[in-house]
């Protein structure tokens, strides 16, 4: 019997559509409280730039586990849920729309301007995580500070 792909299992696909409903579910939440009337859909910002950071985050914070826990975390909060939470086709609809209402140099900032603050957001999210896991900075000795 052949060993099953580790991404055609059902536990894995069960984390993922977890992970994925709630996050869909926060982005529609958060986008029904934000609300329209900014000249972006400020809501998809907002969830692409967090989600981005969140996801530099989470993936510096497990990249080091090698557990199962790390990978159900993983699969749960990255692909599942930050991978609703973010929206790549949002992001490129809106753009559309500004495009379609002649607000050229508007869907262009926007655009850019997100996948460059989302790199942004990413690394901060991954320095982040370093400096949570880390054990701050190196302890001074009795000697160092004078002392015996």
Do not use: H
Request: glycine share 14%; charged share 15%.
């Amino acid at each position: 019997m052949r060993a099953t792909r580790e991404w055609l299992r059902p536990s894995t696909i069960a984390w993922v559509l977890l992970g994925g409903c709630l996050g869909g579910g926060s982005r529609e939440a958060l986008t029904a409280v934000i609300g329209p009337g900014a000249p972006i859909p400020v809501a998809i910002l907002i969830a692409n730039l967090l989600g981005a950071f969140l996801l530099g985050l989470l993936l510096d914070s497990v990249a080091q586990r090698k557990s199962v826990g790390a990978a159900r975390a993983r699969l749960l909060l990255g692909t599942g849920f930050l991978g609703g939470f973010t929206t790549y086709s949002s992001l490129a609809l809106a753009v559309a729309a500004l495009v379609r209402d002649d607000a050229y140099w508007i869907a262009a900032a926007y655009g850019l301007g997100t996948v460059l603050l989302g790199g942004v957001a990413t690394l901060l999210g991954m320095l982040l995580a370093t400096a949570i896991s880390s054990d701050g900075p190196p302890k001074r000795s009795a000697e160092s500070r004078g002392g015996r």
